[in-house]
Structures are given as C-alpha cells and as structure tokens.
C-alpha cells in the first residue's frame, strides 16, 4: 500500500540511526545488566531449553500463585541477543496473569515475524529494541528461546 500525503511526497518510514543506536544500547544494557537473572525463591514452574544451531541455553523460572507470575527468573548462557531477550521478557512478566502471559509471548513473536503493528506496540515496552531482530531469520530462534521456555510453562496451565 503506497501511503502519500496530500503534498504529493512519500512517507518516510525509515527509523532513524538514532532511534537503531537506542535499541543497540538497550539490548547491551539488558545484556550487560540482566534483570531478574538467578533462581526464584519458591519456584512452581521451571524448564531449561537449548538452541542446538548457536550453543543458547535458557532456563526461566516462575512462581506462580493464582493464576499470577509473582516472581520470574532466568538463567543459562548464550548470545547478547538471547539474554538480553529474556532479561526483557522477565521485566515484562511480573505481576502478569497467566494469559496475559500468553498475550505477550504472542504480540513478542508477531513482531519477531515482521508484523509492524507488533513492533509499534507500546505494551511491549523495551522489548520493541528486539524488533529489528526480525530482519535476520537465523537471530529470531535466539530471541525466542526464552520465550518457548515460557510457552511451554503456561501451556499446560491453560489447557
């Protein structure tokens, strides 16, 4: 769909190299600084997964208490992408329901599949850095990787 203003020119939906240096310095911050990264004191759910191409192990680790996360956690090793990914996933996750859970893992990999209604979504917060991930196939089982950890936790509960 050609978008054009009524002056005639073409919208620019470029995002600019400012805007690509935030997202680089917010997946480095998260991957420098990971949040929630350690075990989780009373744990109900736990599962460790392994990307086999790249070498990523991601363990995640909730505790859940009526149908809600109340404290999330991640361990392993792997790229910057990878952890960075789940330290981003375990800020978004606290205090969340179980479905809303669910909601996030799927508007998260939506945007990893290119959807751009996704990656404009401010209820993704700082995980919108990652959306640029979309644009080199073989990263999006980096990002994902802690997210499959999360689906396979949850799954079962909604069933």
Not at 71 to 82: A, D, R
């Amino acid at each position: 769909m050609d978008e054009t203003p009524q002056n005639g020119r073409p919208i620019d939906r470029s995002v600019p190299s400012s805007l690509h240096q935030l997202y680089q310095e917010v997946i480095l911050d998260h991957y420098r600084r990971p949040r929630n990264k350690g075990p989780v004191e009373n744990a109900t759910h736990s599962i460790t997964l392994n990307n086999p191409l790249c070498g990523d192990v991601v363990e995640v680790v909730l505790a859940v208490e009526n149908d809600r996360i109340t404290k999330v956690g991640f361990g392993g090793k792997g790229c910057s992408i990878s952890m960075a990914s789940a330290s981003m996933m375990t800020h978004q996750l606290m205090g969340k329901t179980l479905a809303e859970a669910m909601e996030l893992t799927a508007r998260f990999t939506e945007m990893l599949h290119g959807n751009q209604d996704a990656a404009h979504d401010e209820a993704l917060g700082d995980l919108r850095a990652l959306a640029g991930v979309a644009k080199f196939p073989v990263r999006i089982k980096c990002a994902l990787l802690c997210w499959n950890c999360l689906d396979k936790l949850i799954e079962p509960e909604l069933a």
